[in-house]
């Protein structure tokens, strides 16, 4: 089993950062890789990036590209997501998923645990 527990959401106004962490506990070392997602309201679960725990490599959407950057703290079992330049758009809860197995990297159906998710406003 893993657990996993998302911290760093809040309100910030467009063009600010936030800096989104992942604690991990459990069974960490049949972790594949880790990801985040968020979902506005009214829409889908959407993706935002990954990241492989070996190797380090990483994915971004598009609309994310740039602008925010995934990362692994493995001694600290602690996944990232730091969030700069942030839009209207970018509001929505963050989830924190992570996969102990080979699938989709950019699909909710690749990732196998989840945590319970974290706010960000942003506004205009």
């Known amino acids: 089993q893993v657990q996993l527990v998302e911290s760093g959401g809040g309100s910030v106004q467009a063009g600010g950062s936030l800096r989104l962490s992942c604690a991990v506990s459990g069974r960490t070392g049949n972790i594949y890789g880790m990801a985040w997602f968020r979902q506005a309201p009214g829409k889908e679960q959407e993706f935002v990036a990954a990241?492989?725990?070996?190797?380090?490599?990483?994915t971004y959407a598009g609309s994310v590209k740039g602008r925010f950057t995934i990362s692994r703290d493995n001694a600290k079992n602690t996944a990232f997501l730091q969030m700069n330049s942030l839009n209207v758009e970018d509001t929505g809860v963050y989830y924190c998923?992570?996969?102990?197995?080979?699938?989709?990297?950019?699909?909710?159906?690749?990732?196998?645990?989840w945590g319970q998710g974290t706010q960000v406003t942003v506004s205009s």
């Open positions: 998923g992570a996969r102990t197995s080979y699938g989709s990297i950019q699909l909710p159906s690749g990732y196998n645990y």
């Open positions: 990241i492989l725990s070996v190797g380090g490599g990483t």
